[in-house]
């Protein structure tokens, strides 16, 4: 079974999201065969690639949102992230571009593509954890160089490949499937091309989704007695329902 | 996912046409689903069986275009050709009638009507080489049976079908179907008899009409905590949109 997940880095949410996904995974009984795809998406392509304010400077005198609203939405979402096991701390997040963590995901996908396997989730757990909880600079080539080797990747193809832009039309070809489906925020899950569940839902509900797929993918075979096709009793034996025993 | 193409041999963007779909059909995911359809479409009925002269003569004899503007046209369309990895070759290009060539295009559709694989993209494939860039008569029957035995038809059957005319009907069908969409120009493709694009437009595009009629025919099922339906939080859970977090 397919999961495709589209989502951004610079996006309390996805990482929130990320965790809640997985915690309904980790308890689905067919999650060896399930396989997971990370897709990119930007909020907000037009972030500066580097900003010295904080985010709250930049939400409030860039987005004009009122600088308290801003301050008590991230201690909403510091509570909630805090739930789900991570640390988020607002104060020290490094504002800026999410295009070249994007393209270092999608050269992260190349290696599984040729045989690796979970780079592509380390590199989008590390680029999350890197600006939501370590303020670290995602926009940076050093930071990415670090957090590429640490999930396997060789610098040198790191540092190759974002400099020729060698992953830009797989960011670009995300982003225009993404519009396609008619995704207008993220996270965005969608299950073997045809469940979707939008948002950082409770684990229950990606739970409820995984099984509603999967037995979707894999009917239940049904086991009647040949003969009793051309019963009257047709193929299904006696039984009780809501309306008493047959 | 059907996808219906109209197509004439002595027409370069076709050719140019075809490879940039092509590179758009093996980046889509669901590209195993997706049934191609050559149809049949003559730019230029009236051109004779045989003319001993150049393209660039035809076109400026014939048909009384500049002949600078000829030579001109066919640079540009060689420089773009060659981009997409063909090597077209106007001066050896010989003039000729596309009716036969369509005639065994549509043999080789019959073939694979009844099982066969890939007849039909291989005949259409070779004939577009055969005229832009191995300057053969794709009017003369030696050349028509050379192109279709290598595609698995056999000999005897493409000459028995061309002398009887067998697939005249067929062709024409196709091109009063193409006069019924409104086509005026070829290329052209229609996904799922619904979404049309004119012209080599780039794989980009061809990728997001794939998409757009991928995802229509196949409709997300969104999966949304029931509670939630009647909440005033609506459907979603907590994602993080263009115009900030929820």
Same mark, same amino acid.
């Given at each position: 079974?397919?999961?495709?997940?589209?989502?951004?880095?610079?996006?309390?949410?996805?990482?929130?999201?990320?965790?809640?996904?997985?915690?309904?995974?980790?308890?689905?009984?067919?999650?060896?065969?399930?396989?997971?795809?990370?897709?990119?998406?930007?909020?907000?392509?037009?972030?500066?690639?580097?900003?010295?304010?904080?985010?709250?400077?930049?939400?409030?005198?860039?987005?004009?949102?009122?600088?308290?609203?801003?301050?008590?939405?991230?201690?909403?979402?510091?509570?909630?992230?805090?739930?789900?096991?991570?640390?988020?701390?607002?104060?020290?997040?490094?504002?800026?571009?999410?295009?070249?963590?994007?393209?270092?995901?999608?050269?992260?996908?190349?290696?599984?593509?040729?045989?690796?396997?979970?780079?592509?989730?380390?590199?989008?757990?590390?680029?999350?954890?890197?600006?939501?909880?370590?303020?670290?600079?995602?926009?940076?080539?050093? @930071?990415? +160089?670090?957090?590429?080797? *640490? $999930?396997?990747? %060789?610098? =040198?193809?790191?540092? !190759? /490949?974002?400099?020729?832009?060698?992953?830009?039309?797989?960011?670009?070809?995300?982003?225009?499937?993404?519009?396609?489906?008619?995704?207008?925020?993220?996270?965005?899950?969608?299950?073997?091309?045809?469940?979707?569940?939008?948002?950082?839902?409770?684990?229950?509900?990606?739970?409820?989704?995984?099984?509603?797929?999967?037995?979707?993918?894999?009917?239940? @075979?049904? +086991?009647?007695?040949?003969? *009793? $096709?051309?019963? %009257?009793? =047709?193929?299904?034996? !006696? /039984?009780?329902?809501?309306?008493?025993?047959?």
């Amino acid at each position: 079974m397919n999961v495709d997940i589209w989502s951004d880095i610079a996006c309390p949410w996805c990482f929130i999201g990320k965790r809640r996904f997985e915690k309904a995974l980790s308890g689905f009984p067919h999650r060896d065969q399930v396989t997971v795809t990370w897709h990119s998406y930007q909020l907000d392509p037009s972030l500066p690639e580097h900003y010295d304010g904080t985010e709250l400077e930049y939400l409030s005198e860039r987005k004009g949102m009122p600088a308290d609203r801003v301050a008590q939405m991230f201690a909403q979402v510091t509570q909630v992230a805090a739930d789900e096991g991570l640390h988020y701390d607002f104060g020290s997040i490094v504002v800026a571009n999410s295009q070249s963590g994007h393209e270092l995901l999608h050269l992260a996908k190349a290696k599984d593509a040729e045989g690796a396997r979970g780079t592509a989730d380390a590199v989008k757990e590390a680029l999350l954890s890197a600006h939501f909880e370590h303020g670290e600079d995602i926009g940076s080539r050093e @930071v990415l +160089v670090r957090l590429g080797t *640490a $999930a396997g990747l %060789d610098a =040198g193809e790191i540092t !190759a /490949a974002l400099d020729a832009g060698t992953y830009r039309d797989s960011v670009a070809a995300d982003i225009r499937q993404a519009q396609a489906i008619g995704i207008q925020g993220v996270p965005f899950f969608v299950l073997d091309s045809k469940y979707g569940v939008s948002g950082a839902q409770p684990p229950e509900l990606f739970a409820q989704a995984l099984e509603t797929a999967w037995r979707e993918a894999n009917p239940l @075979v049904m +086991v009647s007695p040949a003969a *009793a $096709a051309t019963d %009257d009793e =047709g193929l299904d034996g !006696a /039984a009780c329902g809501p309306d008493g025993c047959a």
